[in-house]
């Protein structure tokens, strides 16, 4: 089985920054893409950011310019930095995994994390 946890929110003034980690663990035998998500209150979840095990990432057309997704497929973490944030970013953050376990590795799932909550007020 394989899990992810999510750290690094908080709050934050407009204009501030925050980084947002992620780790996958458990019985990984590969990882493809990874990503973030989000979802504010009373909206859908939404894509962020997403990156593939070969470094490309693709992005929100509303973080473009301001958030920066990477990842290091030695330690399966990926993380978000975050800056120039403004309040419309306020959301739960998830992390999702694209993972095949020990027990199944040609079969590929998608891992979620709990989420962590990031704030944006002044």
Same mark, same amino acid.
């Given at each position: 089985?394989?899990?992810? *946890?999510?750290?690094? %929110?908080?709050?934050?003034?407009?204009? &501030?920054?925050? @980084?947002?980690?992620? !780790?996958?663990? &458990? #019985?990984?035998?590969?990882?493809?893409? #990874?990503?973030?998500? +989000?979802?504010?209150? %009373?909206?859908? +979840?939404e894509? =962020?950011?997403?990156?593939? +095990? &070969?470094?490309?990432? /693709?992005?929100? %057309?509303?973080?473009?310019?301001?958030?920066?997704?990477? @990842? /290091?497929? !030695?330690? /399966?973490t990926? $993380?978000?930095? #975050? /800056?120039?944030?403004?309040?419309?970013?306020?959301? *739960?953050? $998830?992390?999702? *995994?694209?993972?095949s376990?020990?027990?199944?590795? #040609?079969?590929?799932?998608?891992?979620?994390?709990?989420?962590?909550? =990031?704030? =944006?007020?002044?």
């Amino acid at each position: 089985q394989v899990h992810v *946890v999510e750290s690094g %929110g908080g709050s934050v003034q407009p204009g &501030g920054s925050l @980084r947002l980690s992620c !780790a996958a663990s &458990g #019985m990984i035998f590969s990882i493809n893409d #990874m990503g973030w998500y +989000r979802q504010a209150p %009373g909206k859908e +979840r939404e894509l =962020v950011a997403r990156i593939t +095990r &070969g470094g490309r990432t /693709n992005y929100a %057309g509303s973080v473009k310019d301001r958030f920066t997704i990477s @990842r /290091n497929n !030695a330690e /399966n973490t990926v $993380y978000l930095q #975050m /800056n120039s944030l403004k309040p419309e970013d306020t959301a *739960v953050y $998830y992390c999702c *995994v694209e993972s095949s376990s020990l027990e199944t590795p #040609m079969k590929y799932l998608e891992v979620w994390g709990q989420g962590t909550l =990031v704030t =944006v007020s002044s």
